[in-house]
């Protein structure tokens, strides 16, 4: 159980598009879930934090204008680069916190490679 | 401030030699710990957790690690690595009883030579 699934698993655009990135809790409700980026050889940094049906949390730096996020259910939120740039390139990962239960943990997806050419 | 402190960027050992992978942290209470490996290009996947518990903890595949309040340290050990255990290992902060605020180290990437 507790598993949490991206899509897509790798994505190259063009610089100045818009790439949109599915987080889906596929065997749990999470009324919270967690945008965190990752650069090469780095640590994960959190972006912003999504609460279902209110607006995200962004972490100081995180221009809200251009990583749009949306979490409609309680079961998917997405993550929208807006006008993406060469530096948006990066791994972006998603977690999901358990509504119920008694976890205190979060539950990671496989991660989405962005490439903007 | 809490944070987590990972003291070595790289580890290297021969493969059937013991791995330790050393973690600290600075919190004003007593924090839940994890442990996370990510293996190159993959998600993060759980090794362990304590959450005030058992002291020892008990992860998958062979990992252990031991919460010492004294020292404010949550090293993770193995007795005998594998070829399959060359990975990156991050060590956790949790700062709410939630599960929603983490903070993670740095990273510490094992490799395991034959």
């Known amino acids: 159980g507790a598993v949490v699934s991206q899509h897509p698993s790798w994505v190259i655009c063009k610089s100045g598009t818009s790439v949109k990135i599915e987080c889906r809790s596929l065997?749990?409700?999470?009324?919270?879930m967690f945008w965190y980026r990752q650069f090469p050889k780095q640590s994960l940094m959190l972006m912003a934090t999504?609460?279902?049906?209110?607006?995200?949390?962004?972490e100081q730096g995180v221009e809200k204008d251009k990583f749009l996020i949306n979490h409609a259910s309680l079961t998917l939120s997405t993550l929208t680069v807006t006008s993406a740039h060469p530096e948006d390139s990066s791994f972006y990962i998603c977690s999901a916190h358990p509504t119920s239960g008694s976890y205190n943990e979060q539950f990671f997806g496989p991660g989405t490679r962005l490439t903007v050419l | 401030a809490q944070s987590v402190t990972q003291l070595d960027s790289h580890v290297s050992v021969s493969e059937g030699t013991p791995v330790l992978l050393r973690c600290n942290y600075s919190s004003s209470y007593s924090p839940s710990l994890f442990w996370y490996v990510q293996h190159p290009n993959k998600g993060l996947q759980l090794l362990l957790k304590y959450t005030s518990a058992a002291t020892l903890v008990k992860g998958i595949n062979g990992f252990e690690a031991e919460f010492k309040k004294s020292e404010t340290s949550f090293h993770l050990t193995k007795p005998s690595a594998h070829m399959s255990d060359a990975a990156e290992y991050f060590c956790?902060?949790?700062?709410?009883?939630?599960?929603?605020?983490?903070?993670f180290g740095p990273g510490t990437r094992l490799s395991v030579l034959p």
């Open positions: 999504s609460n279902e049906g209110s607006k995200a949390t962004y």
């Open positions: 065997d749990f409700q999470a009324t919270t």
């Open positions: 956790v902060v949790i700062l709410d009883n939630y599960g929603q605020n983490f903070v």
